[in-house]
């Protein structure tokens, strides 16, 4: 089904998706993949606010970070810990792995929710009256990775549920290339002084391609991007693989990104709650 919707992707869909990939493929440490996932899914789901969650459903500790620090002031969390187990979806996916975008309303009626204590002391206060979410595989049936997209009445399409379930897959390898480099910059790898060293044996067109893979580029678009070919510029990253003392792109970003000192996280982590 996902296959036939890429293919009736209306223009300005697609060049809403493209723009999400590329924030998504941008290599960035895992302290700065939630706000680098919400900004890409804000890309093509439109919302009022959305989250990015980590939830352990043994003790109901979570992490929530939003993308509006306002709500930091305005919102409390306690209920939302409290009340968690009334979540339909946080139970649904609970209950096993779905690789499938869902609505509160796939599983309670607007009037059901709005029942809930939960909606009452928590989402009302949010002016959230439906949601559309989805979650990134976990090696635990004890957590829940998850966004979560907030509206008001308007509520969402089946085109954004699609459109939500077109992206998982890139949520998912996005967040493992963010994983790989975090465990890169951590290990042999940490030395900045060592890796601003290695940089200094790099010629500039070699920099210029190191800089292109550390922003997620592939060796095809390196090569558009600088006018060379394909083969041109993979011999080049063998080079720069040499020089590095790296056999992988992820090492070599690594080196790039330490050297570099990546810029703070481009978000406020609002809520936090262990």
Known sequence: ??????????????VRLDAALSQLYTLVPFAHYPARALAASRQLIGCIHCSYNEINLTNGSHRVLVDQ???ARDVAVEPFRRY???HPVIAHYARGDDPRSHLISDFVTPREFRQLELYGEFFRLLETETQLSNTLP??????VIGLAFNRGRRGFSERDRLLLDLLRPHLIVS???????TASLTGAHSDRARESEALGRLTDRQLEILRLVAEGQSNKQIAYRL??????AKKHLEHIHQRLDVTTRTAAAACYLTAT??????????????
């Not at 089904?1 to 697609?14: P, Q």
């Not at 810029?263 to 809520?271: E, F, G, Q, S, V």
């Open 175 to 181: 967040h493992q290339n963010a994983t790989a480099l």
């Open 227 to 232: 006018g060379i070919s394909a083969a041109t």
């Open 69 to 71: 620090p306002e709500l």
């Open 1 to 14: 089904m996902l296959v036939r919707f890429v293919a009736r992707l209306t223009e300005r869909e697609a």
């Open 138 to 143: 976990t090696s635990s049936g004890r957590y």
């Open 261 to 274: 000192a990546p810029a703070p996280p481009d978000w406020t982590p609002t809520i936090e709650v262990r």
């Open 84 to 86: 968690l187990p009334q």
